[in-house]
């Protein structure tokens, strides 16, 4: 299983392999959905007293929420996911 961590601001990263979506929180249905995994205890605040940004919501039903753009998280999940292609590339020229 890989795992590869993912920074969500502020110290805090997460198993990349493990998110299932990356939203904003802006929108009501996404306003229920964090209420619910609160009550529900699956939420997991990692905004350091910030304001919520982007909600992540993992394979294990957590509902994690960042002080970090949605559009960053998902730039830095990206570029991750490339960086470690390149990589096993290059071992395998060798």
Known sequence: MDRTLLNIGFGN???ASRIVAIVTPGSAPMKRFKEDAKEGKR???ATQGRRTRSIIITDSNHVILSAVQA??????LVTGF???ENKKKAQETR
């Open 13 to 15: 990263t997460i198993v």
């Open 43 to 45: 939420l997991i605040d």
């Open 71 to 76: 559009e960053t998280i998902s730039q830095r």
């Open 82 to 84: 490339e960086f470690k």
